[in-house]
């Protein structure tokens, strides 16, 4: 069940989801000529829920997610410059090169990370939730996480309190098949995640995750419920990561007909790209020009992100808790 779009609405989607694949293939780029060190975990493939999931909050509504949470930052509107500068340890990054990929935050954009361990954010979010609730501000807390995470204990302490307290909270299951190298079927007894709340009331629905309409729809509809009062909400979105799980990734564990298969039957923006040309007679031409426009910005980003300076030594002392 889509929403339909107006034409406005259609292209900022577009716009958006284009702006997280150029900069993750950036990112890819720079991590290949060992710009970017570490761990990195690219979002390709996922862009619809989080652009569709974002379009339907409201200002001073927060996220929280795990690692892969490049998307999740240039979605809440944190600027691509201090994301791909943090992920080159840069003086310009968000966290002042200090941090990286997994630290990422934002209070006046209202991001809260980007966490490491998995299943960690699920409890944060719900911590935020309930300061939603006790501030009595309005706001709702979207908490993103892989349906690997949904097999952790402290989801289920979260979702009991959620629940009993009728919090004001969103969970996304980001459901892309795979848990680093695990099919969910290997590691999951249920894998219908979007019934994960059952034994606690909490209510779910299963949403097709590389259409961004449809989860938009369904975001709406989940906020709605969690604003009014009315507690918890579970969507399950059915996505799909192109990438490996990390930068190294051996992929043994899916073929890559696999892989092409979704990239050319399912692909988000190709599916709002068909949109934008046969419902809203956007021509070729304005296309080409939006994605050199996207083209540019990311370009910004990583020209900046490798010429600015590293954090000075002194820096290593500042912003430590002792
Ligand atoms: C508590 C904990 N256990 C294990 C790991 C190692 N680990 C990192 S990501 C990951 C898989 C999580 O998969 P999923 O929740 O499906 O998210 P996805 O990577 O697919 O986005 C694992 C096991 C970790 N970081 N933290
Ligand atoms: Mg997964």
Redo the contacts with the bound molecule.
């Keep these: 069940m889509a929403s339909r779009f107006d034409r406005n609405e259609e292209l900022h989607a577009y716009r958006e989801m284009l702006l997280i694949r150029r900069f993750e293939e950036k990112a890819g780029q720079l991590y290949g000529m060992g710009l970017i060190r570490g761990f990195c ?1 690219l979002y390709i493939g ?1 862009e619809a829920v989080v652009v569709g999931m974002q379009m339907a909050t409201t200002d001073g509504d927060q996220v929280i997610t ?3 949470d490049h998307g999740h930052m240039l979605a809440c509107g944190m600027h691509p410059t201090g994301v791909m500068a943090e992920l080159t340890g840069r003086r310009g990054g968000l966290s002042k090169g200090k941090g990286g990929s997994m630290h990422m935050f934002s209070k006046q954009k209202h991001f809260y990370g980007g966490h ?5 954010q699920v409890s944060l979010g719900t911590g935020i939730a309930f300061a939603n609730r006790y501030r009595e501000n309005g706001s709702i807390c979207l908490t993103y ?6 097999n ?1 204990g402290q989801v289920y302490e979260s979702f009991n309190m959620a629940a009993l307290w009728k919090l004001p909270i969103v969970y996304v299951i ?7 190298g ?1 099919e ?1 079927s290997r590691a999951s007894a249920q894998t219908d995640f979007s019934k994960r709340g059952v034994s606690f009331g909490i209510p779910g629905e299963p949403v097709d995750g590389m259409d961004v309409r449809a989860v938009h729809a369904a975001g709406k509809s989940a906020i709605e419920h969690a604003r009014s009062g009315k507690g918890p909400y579970i969507l399950e979105m059915h996505t799909y ?1 192109y990438r490996g ?2 930068m190294s990734d051996p992929a043994k564990y899916r073929s890559k007909d696999e892989v092409t298969r979704v990239r050319e039957e399912q692909d988000p923006i190709d599916l709002v790209r068909r949109r934008l040309l046969e419902d809203w007679k956007l021509s070729e031409d304005e296309l080409k020009a939006l994605d050199a426009k996207v083209r540019e910005i990311v370009n910004e980003a990583a020209d900046f992100a490798t010429h600015d300076p590293e954090p000075d030594p002194s820096e290593l002392y500042t912003e430590i808790l002792l």
Excluded: D
């Excluded at 996480?145 to 949904?150: Q, S, T, V, Y």
């Excluded at 980001?174 to 680093?180: S, V």
């Design positions: 975990h996922q795990g690692y892969r490491g361990i998995v299943g960690a996480f892989g349906e690997g995470a949904a952790q980001e459901n892309n098949r795979y848990a680093m695990t969910a990561r799980h990390s």
